[in-house]
């Protein structure tokens, strides 16, 4: 307020002088209706500090609301156990596990168990998570009606939505090892330009793995050791 009072006076101030060095040439009426603009500028002045005051002390509000928020989700992270790192790294994975079950990427049952290994951790109970992971996701993986597997004899296989080299070779009917994909991908190298990048209906060859190849894909699954869960 000393601020506003201190502008106004110094404004009619500079003002006063001003008209007081022209006073010689003007009239008292022309005087006076100059004073009557100036005091209405020195009112719209007051308004606008005032308005300007009004904003900060809004700003002031919401920036104490805010700290507030933060430090409600600190208490609500301790409760669970966890950081705000280990909250950032679970939102990651929510966000991830959602992209692969809207995208269908299969097999649906392990998209179950991923949904499954997230619902059991504490942080899913935190109201940002809870809804999303134990219901909205549960009701799409629901919802997902899996296309069934065609295999049309014991050397050939029609691909399907959701499928890739790994799915195809770790099944029971194929090698079962998921690790022995490579071979899928050497006797199909004219229909696969990317090993990463196949399609529905088309229909890859399967050869059977040599006594050698399957004992060094074999292997390759016992030495596998999956990335420690964040």
């Known amino acids: 307020m000393k601020f506003n ?29 100059e004073m009557d603009k100036n005091r209405a500028k020195v009112t719209s002045l007051q308004k606008e500090i005032e308005t300007l005051n009004s904003d900060i002390s809004n700003l002031n509000n919401q920036l104490s609301k805010m700290q507030s928020y933060e430090d ?4 609500a992270y301790a409760m669970v156990g966890a950081k705000k790192a280990e909250v950032d ?4 994975a929510v966000n991830e596990l959602e992209g692969k079950i809207r ?5 649906k049952a392990d998209r179950q168990k991923d949904l499954d290994a997230l619902k059991a951790n504490k942080i899913s109970a935190l109201p940002e998570f ?8 549960q009701k799409m993986l629901n919802d997902w009606v899996e296309e069934t597997a065609k295999v049309e004899s014991d050397n050939n296989y029609t691909v ?7 799915y195809i070779a770790r099944r029971k009917e194929f090698y079962g090892n998921g690790f022995a994909w490579p071979k899928i991908y050497q006797a199909n190298r004219n229909q696969i330009k990317n090993p990463d990048l196949i399609y529905p209906q088309q229909v890859f060859t399967i050869p059977a793995l040599t006594a050698d190849e399957k004992e060094k894909y074999d292997k390759l699954r016992s030495n596998y050791k999956p990335a420690p869960v964040q």
């Open 89 to 92: 790294n679970f939102r990651k």
């Open 130 to 137: 809870y809804d999303r992971v134990h219901n909205q996701m």
């Open 5 to 33: 009072r201190m502008f106004a006076f110094v404004f009619v101030l500079a003002l006063s002088l001003n008209l007081y060095a022209q006073n010689q040439e003007m009239t008292v009426e022309e005087w006076q209706n």
């Open 160 to 166: 399907v939505k959701g499928d890739c080299l790994w």
């Open 103 to 107: 995208r269908k990427e299969g097999p």
């Open 72 to 75: 409600c989700m600190d208490d």
